[in-house]
Nanobody, 115 residues
């Protein structure tokens, strides 16, 4: 079981920025692909962005050009820089760690974007 601790959520006005961080203590972080998902009220959880063990990134079309995912293997941390936020970005954001066929989720952090 991988422990994932998210931070950085909050309330921001449309057009603003937030940075989410996810710490994964006590694991060999570099062997895990990492990612962020989100779930808005009444909607299914959806992929936001992923970063592979080699640093390759993948984004949902809805966030391309606005969000940037990055990892710091020395600090066991994956981050999500979110710029030009929109009200439709409002959701609980979850960090996820992938290794072979297993995945582990964080507890989630709320992001609310006001119009």
């Amino acid at each position: 079981q991988v422990q994932l601790v998210e931070s950085g959520g909050g309330l921001v006005q449309a057009g603003g920025s937030l940075r989410l961080s996810c710490l994964a203590p006590g694991i060999i972080f570099r062997i895990y692909a990492m990612g962020w998902y989100r779930q808005a009220p009444g909607k299914q959880r959806e992929l936001v962005a992923t970063v592979s063990t080699s640093g390759d990134t993948n984004y949902a079309d809805s966030v391309k050009g606005r969000f940037t995912v990055s990892r710091d293997n020395a600090k066991n941390t994956v981050s999500l820089q979110m710029n030009s936020l929109k009200p439709e970005d409002t959701a609980v954001y979850y960090c996820i760690a992938f290794y072979k066929t297993s995945n582990d989720w964080g507890q989630g952090t709320q992001v609310t974007v006001s119009s």
